[in-house]
């Protein structure tokens, strides 16, 4: 069992940047790969980004080009550089294990893109 703390959302203007945090409670190099999700409203919740044990990465093709997740082992973190920000990319996002486990759901930190 792991609990996943996200932090670093806001409300942001379109084009800003925000870098969203995920602080689990153990390491997380007992996961095969750790992934950040998205899900706004109305809508199902989706991949963003994830990250393997071994650093090799992959990313939804809306935010391709725009978002950077890494981790830091040692710190038992995962980010999310999220740059170039559009009003889509409104939503609530979490982080854990990539593929998920239903069990890991944190609190989710909300984004919000608006002028």
């Known amino acids: 069992q792991v609990q996943l703390v996200e932090s670093g959302g806001g409300l942001v203007q379109p084009g800003g940047s925000l870098r969203l945090s995920c602080a689990a409670s153990g390491s997380i190099l007992r996961f095969n790969g750790m992934g950040w999700y998205r899900q706004a409203p109305g809508k199902q919740r989706e991949l963003v980004a994830g990250i393997t044990r071994g650093g090799s990465t992959d990313y939804a093709d809306p935010v391709k080009g725009r978002f950077t997740i890494s981790r830091d082992n040692a710190k038992n973190s995962v980010y999310l550089q999220m740059n170039s920000l559009k009003p889509e990319d409104t939503a609530v996002y979490y982080c854990?294990?990539?593929?998920?486990?239903?069990?890991?759901w944190g609190q989710g930190t909300q984004v919000t893109v608006s002028s």
């Open positions: 854990n294990t990539w593929p998920f486990h239903a069990g890991f």
